[in-house]
């Protein structure tokens, strides 16, 4: 099967094009995006109609059920000529490609929701969310729902990897791509915060359904108590404005368009101070339209290096919570191990920062 040389997984992708003065973008909407920090849920019923097929898809089974939405979706297509491919890189969701051409121009993606991700997912917000990006052009068209999951566009495209991306030339794009969607209100309403309700119901899940049984290696209980509620105070302080984001910006979750493809360079760290202030730059100069002062672009770097100890602390919640019921083979207890040690690690440092006046 003809596949472009690093394909779109099923996590929340941005998508980078080059040669377009704003370039296009696409959030494929997993919980990732729904229980974002500072994310918020718009009001009000979808803005367009979605076809909602009663079909319920098995995930150890996709294909009869996708075949079964392809003819609903591409009745042109003869069912013998469909080729699929199976992207095995995500780990929440699993998701086929279902195509007839060898360039894949017209594909649809299936994506069959994971075990029990309805703890973590409000499924109704994921499809007006996903509408409300798709009107702002920053997200794939959605064909339909089905029981279990839904299918949408598929968009072709590089996806970096953490080598290329302090390439300036690719980190501007994201930048502004981001700026882009932190902009987006829904019928002029203020956004919400939902970062602390979803942190709160990921934790209660743990403390009442999952702590019997973890690890001796994840903190106790009363450990990670006493840090939600010293996370709450500390970052509650720093007056961060409440945007729309993405949440889950994963190199591999950022598809690049260009026929040139990136240049490979040596990259296996967090980004340093350097390279922060001037990805932070661009971005606040995309959202104002004006030149950023360097007091702005170290304010902004105090908020996000302090929300980082949330983003590490709201990820090992969530894979204690799929370590429990996921069926897809991932070492979840190792990866919230990981996120874990990393909060500790560098709270002292992070929570020192000090926020210019």
């Not at 910006?249 to 368009?257: A, G, S």
């Not at 026929?259 to 760290?269: A, E, F, L």
């Not at 190792?334 to 440092?349: E, G, L, S």
Request: with cysteine.
């Amino acid at each position: 099967m003809a596949v472009p040389p690093s394909a779109p997984v099923p996590c929340s992708p941005f998508y980078l094009r080059r040669q377009e003065p704003c370039p296009q973008c696409s959030w494929s909407m997993e919980e990732k995006a729904v229980a974002s920090a500072g994310c918020w849920e718009p009001p009000g019923p979808p803005r367009a109609a979605v076809p909602c097929f009663s079909v319920t898809v098995e995930q150890d089974d996709i294909l009869p059920g996708a075949l079964r939405l392809i003819r609903e979706l591409r009745p042109h297509w003869k069912p013998e000529q469909v080729r699929t491919k199976r992207f095995k890189d995500g780990i929440t969701n699993k998701l086929l490609a279902c195509y007839v051409e060898e360039d894949m121009r017209d594909c649809v993606l299936v994506r069959v929701y994971g075990e029990r991700t309805e703890l973590l997912v409000d499924r109704e917000n994921e499809v007006r969310n996903f509408q409300l990006l798709r009107a702002h052009g920053c997200a794939p068209k959605l064909y339909c729902t089905f029981q279990n999951g839904l299918c949408y566009e598929y968009v072709q495209g590089v996806a970096l990897g953490p080598e290329h991306i302090r390439e300036p030339q690719l980190f501007r794009l994201i930048a502004l791509e981001m700026a882009k969607i932190h902009t987006i209100h829904a019928n002029g309403s203020l956004p919400k915060p939902t970062l602390w309700h979803k942190m709160h119901r990921y934790f209660t899940l743990v403390k009442d359904e999952i702590s019997p049984s973890l690890s001796a290696d994840v903190p106790k209980v009363e450990v990670l108590e006493q840090e939600l509620a010293w996370l709450k105070e500390h970052l509650s302080q720093l007056d961060s404005p409440v945007v729309f984001c993405h949440n889950d910006l994963l190199c591999k979750n950022i598809i690049y368009d260009s026929d040139k493809g990136v240049n490979v360079v040596d990259y296996s760290r967090y980004p340093a101070r350097e390279t922060q202030v001037q990805w932070l730059r661009y971005y606040l100069e995309a959202q104002k339209g004006t030149a950023a002062s360097p007091r702005e672009v170290e304010r902004l770097y105090a908020q996000v290096n302090k929300f980082a100890l949330a983003s590490h602390f709201f990820w090992a919640l969530w894979a204690l919570i799929q370590n429990q019921y996921s069926t897809i083979s991932f070492d979840f207890l190792r990866y919230a191990v990981i996120r874990f040690n990393q909060y500790f690690k560098v709270k002292p440092q992070v929570s020192a920062l000090e926020m210019p006046k």
